[in-house]
């Protein structure tokens, strides 16, 4: 009887006086499905058709039972022609633990959660689960996607020459491959994204913010980040090679030749254990995937590459626990970073093709580099501390020089990891005069986080990412992570409240109600453009799916102008009656699509996942 009474309550409460009771205005209500700490500002945001302004709501919990009434705040733009009103809905008085959905008479919110920090472990516990899915070679996690071994051929690989394209933006090579050398063992390590190559530059990436999440989560961190990244960090062995000096980069093709006479492995749909037995001589460069080095043996190398390397083996020293494999692993570091090409750098190398991963700035890298060997000569006591802790304040002072202002946290730019992590060895000391100085470093943080705070001022769902172009989610996970890497060297919580609304939004306080992290909240991506969810998942939401991937979200609607183009053969279509269900949501530009065929939005890829975990890991220790 009370529950009837409570919904009554509520109803009328919906029915007074209330201007959206007009029939003629729509809307949704939008949230973080996750949810948030008690003590953290909580808002929702009402999307309309027409002028709802003072729209009454209601927070009921699980039973219904009536916890806050009010009011629709403050007007904070327009969406799109078809949604010109996004109104405030504050719900940040609701402090008890639960679970909750705000209710108006146009819409109801998707549930969310509050309870303390601990709460965003479970979303990064289901990042780890991601990468396990991503494993290659033998040691695989069979998991709810039923994972088989894979590409074992790995094992003894042939070394090519740099393959020609057919174009700057295409990876469709001019001909054929020429061999130089092998064979060299690169089995193991993650699959890229929806597809099977694997990238250094990914990897070393992935892998400095795995050991970051297990170094800096405390209690928090995941006790699998261990195994996980121990997985990365083999493969990484394998790929540098410390006695011929030489990097390898990467293992496989993209496509094929323009004449047709091999493939490539986005020309073939199907799961990862068949290419070992792949038939045919077309197929000849998926059965026996190529490898590709950075530089001819001894060169020196590409300076993205050699300071993300070295920053991953020597944040792998950070937390080793023998001391006598740490000090491996710092030595391993220090070489890569010795071949580090500073001068006459020209175009940075990334993958083959660069157009798939379009690094241009190198600065940040080298920092971050010099920063983890500093802090982790500073644990073993190695006297090369201060040498490292110099070059690392050189490169932090050249790139605030040269790059500083247009970028923030993610593949792309990870100087605020570099910053954190310099002020962290410059209060360590034993180095003199530095390039750089701790205001210098704080202040560029801080920096950071006014361009994505400048964006979502102006933004009605409070984005501080770009979202008409790519990489959203994890610029908008980057910025949560920065939020709380400030805050840890500065003592400023300053930006706590934006780095809460990014991670609002990627959860679904954005205009399609979309959690972009796989399985976290009720509504998140469906269909990733992910082969082994597409062929061994469910495609409707219910176990087993991709759980813990993170996709890109909302991309330029431009992208999508030509359609999404036909299934390949293999391709089990998602959604099965092929109609775009978040169309009419388009808005400024973007536009998302959850279709497996629509890479551009929906493919999961392992840079999202890291930068994403990296944040959630530090957001659990609120």
Request: hydrophobic fraction near 40%; aromatic fraction near 8%; include cysteine.
């Amino acid at each position: 009887m009370r529950r009837t009474l409570a919904a009554l309550s509520v109803l009328a409460l919906l029915a007074s006086g209330s201007p959206a009771a007009a029939e003629s205005v729509s809307g949704h209500v939008r949230v973080d499905q996750v949810g948030f700490t008690p003590s953290e500002p909580k808002q929702a945001y009402l999307m309309t058709t027409g002028p709802a302004a003072g729209t009454p709501f209601a927070v009921v919990d699980r039973q219904g039972r009536e916890v806050l009434r009010g009011r629709a705040g403050a007007d904070l733009g327009a969406w799109s022609p078809s949604y010109p009103h996004v109104y405030a809905i504050d719900v940040s008085r609701v402090r008890a633990p639960g679970d909750y959905r705000v209710r108006t008479a146009l819409a109801t919110s998707q549930p969310f959660t509050v309870a303390p920090a601990r709460q965003f472990a479970a979303p990064a516990a289901n990042i780890v689960t991601f990468f396990g899915s991503q494993r290659d070679g033998a040691d695989v996690v069979p998991g709810a996607l039923r994972r088989r071994p894979s590409h074992l051929n790995d094992r003894a690989a042939a070394v090519y020459e740099w393959p020609t394209f057919t174009g700057p933006d295409t990876d469709q090579l001019a001909g054929d491959l020429t061999r130089i050398g092998g064979k060299v063992d690169v089995e193991g390590g993650w699959f890229d994204a929806g597809d099977y190559l694997k990238f250094t530059h990914i990897i070393a990436y992935a892998q400095t913010l795995l050991l970051a999440s297990r170094r800096d989560g405390g209690p928090a961190a995941d006790p699998r980040l261990r195994a996980e990244a121990a997985h990365g960090l083999k493969w990484l062995d394998k790929m540098w090679d410390d006695t011929s000096k030489t990097l390898y980069i990467q293992v496989g093709i993209g496509a094929g030749d323009a004449a047709g006479t091999f493939a490539g492995d986005h020309d073939v749909w199907r799961l990862p254990e068949a290419d070992d037995h792949s038939t045919g001589e077309e197929n000849r460069y998926i059965r026996r995937r190529p490898v590709f080095r950075a530089a001819p043996p001894g060169h020196l190398i590409s300076p993205n590459l050699a300071g993300r390397t070295a920053a991953a083996f020597a944040l792998a020293a950070e937390v080793e626990p023998d001391r006598d494999e740490a000090r491996r692993l710092l030595g391993k570091a220090a070489s890569v970073y010795a071949q580090a090409r500073t001068e006459d750098v020209g175009r940075l190398v990334t993958s083959l093709p660069w157009a798939f991963y379009p690094e241009s700035v190198w600065r940040d890298d080298m920092e971050l580099g010099g920063a983890e060997l500093a802090l982790a000569a500073q644990r073993l006591g190695d006297p090369r501390a201060g040498q490292w802790l110099r070059q690392a304040a050189h490169w932090a002072a050249q790139y605030l020089r040269h790059d500083a202002g247009g970028d923030t946290l993610n593949l792309y730019d990870v100087s605020a990891l570099g910053h954190a992590d310099l002020v962290r060895a410059l209060r360590s000391g034993g180095a003199g005069r530095l390039a750089v100085d701790e205001a210098a470093l704080l202040g560029d943080l801080k920096a950071q986080l006014r361009i994505g705070a400048e964006r979502a001022a102006a933004d009605p769902f409070r984005a501080g990412a770009v979202y008409d172009g790519f990489d959203a989610v994890p610029h908008a996970f980057g910025l949560a992570a920065t939020s709380r890497l400030y805050r840890s060297v500065s003592g400023d919580r300053a930006f706590d409240a934006f780095g809460t609304q990014q991670r609002n939004w990627t959860f679904g306080a954005n205009a399609w109600g979309v959690s972009f992290v796989v399985g976290a909240g009720e509504n998140f991506e469906r269909c990733p453009h992910h082969q082994i969810a597409n062929l061994n998942g469910r495609l409707d939401g219910r176990p087993p799916v991709a759980t813990g991937a993170v996709v890109n979200g909302p991309n330029s609607e431009d992208l999508f102008a030509d359609g999404l183009g036909d299934h390949m053969d293999g391709m089990r279509p998602c959604p099965a009656d092929g109609v775009d269900r978040y169309e009419p949501f388009t808005g400024r530009g973007s536009r998302y699509v959850d279709d497996v065929r629509s890479w551009q939005a929906s493919e999961p890829a392992d840079d999202f996942a890291a930068i994403a975990l990296y944040a959630l890991t530090l957001m659990s220790n609120d």
